[in-house]
């Protein structure tokens, strides 16, 4: 598979916008602007806001920042170095990675020549931007794509991948404990998990800002 598929949230989307119209219809017409402006928080809630982060995020990330390719480059050097524990891919040089909350692939341009990639994340609407940076980076292979969280990536196999990338993900996850328990889980006797992570805003003012335009 190698799109993400978009009917989830949108057919939740529209499951109840259509509820809450019918419910106007049935009722006074006097309904009908509370019955929109419940149907717009509806729709932020399950579709707009992941289409709105999805978007934001693509914006903000297009402009190289050069320091922190620096650093990231430095950071994931050592998969390069890494030996697959799969048979098969050491014979060819190649490792397999698990990107956790991938978004639109701005870490592609580190990984491996060769590497085999899985991706995992909840926001279909990160596809189209995905789509277009991954055939920048043709020597990755991008075998999956997972539309999930990471804490129910069960279609991951166990003891299946070399290295577990995520990066900027866990401070927008509910369950830290149990996304960790499933990198735990999905890593190779031997494995690696290279995460990079950034802080909730300092000034509790601001959380109810972070939390309207959060991924998730
Ligand atoms: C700030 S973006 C970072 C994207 C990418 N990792 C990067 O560094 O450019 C956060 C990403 O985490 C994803 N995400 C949010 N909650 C998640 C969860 N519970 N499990 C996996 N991914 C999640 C979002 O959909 C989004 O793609």
């Given at each position: 598979?190698?799109?993400?598929?978009?009917?989830?949230?949108?057919?939740?989307?529209?499951?109840?916008?259509?509820?809450?119209?019918?419910?106007?219809?049935?009722?006074?017409?006097?309904?009908?602007?509370?019955?929109?402006?419940?149907?717009?928080?509806?729709?932020?809630?399950?579709?707009?806001?992941?289409?709105?982060?999805?978007?934001?995020?693509?914006?903000?990330?297009?402009?190289k920042f050069e320091k922190y390719?620096?650093?990231k480059r430095e950071f994931f050097?050592?998969?390069?170095?890494?030996?697959?524990?799969?048979?098969?891919?050491?014979?060819?040089?190649?490792?397999?990675?698990?990107?956790?909350?991938?978004?639109?692939?701005?870490?592609?341009?580190?990984?491996?020549e060769g590497c085999h990639l899985?991706?995992?994340?909840?926001?279909?609407?990160?596809?189209?931007?995905?789509?277009?940076?991954?055939?920048?980076?043709?020597?990755?292979?991008?075998?999956?794509?997972?539309?999930?969280?990471?804490?129910?990536?069960?279609?991951?196999?166990?003891?299946?991948?070399?290295?577990?990338?995520?990066?900027?993900?866990?401070?927008?996850?509910?369950?830290?404990?149990?996304?960790?328990?499933?990198?735990?889980?999905?890593?190779?006797?031997?494995?690696?998990?290279?995460?990079?992570?950034?802080?909730?805003?300092?000034?509790?003012?601001?959380?109810?800002?972070?939390?309207?335009?959060?991924?998730?």
């Open positions: 598979m190698d799109r993400f598929e978009f009917t989830v949230s949108l057919h939740e989307y529209k499951r109840v916008s259509s509820l809450v119209l019918e419910y106007a219809r049935i009722h006074k017409r006097s309904t009908y602007i509370g019955a929109g402006v419940v149907a717009f928080l509806v729709a932020y809630k399950f579709s707009l806001r992941k289409r709105w982060f999805a978007w934001l995020f693509n914006v903000s990330t297009r402009e390719d620096d650093m050097k050592p998969l390069s170095e890494m030996a697959s524990h799969d048979p098969g891919l050491r014979e060819e040089n190649s490792i397999k990675i698990l990107e956790v909350g991938v978004g639109s692939g701005t870490n592609f341009e580190f990984f491996p899985v991706a995992v994340d909840p926001n279909p609407f990160f596809g189209q931007y995905y789509d277009k940076n991954r055939s920048k980076f043709p020597n990755i292979k991008s075998t999956e794509i997972i539309v999930a969280k990471g804490e129910d990536m069960d279609a991951v196999k166990s003891d299946s991948v070399d290295a577990v990338v995520m990066t900027l993900v866990l401070c927008s996850v509910s369950d830290v404990h149990q996304i960790v328990r499933q990198v735990r889980r999905v890593l190779a006797p031997g494995g690696k998990f290279y995460f990079i992570e950034h802080v909730k805003e300092w000034d509790t003012k601001n959380h109810w800002f972070e939390g309207a335009f959060s991924s998730s």
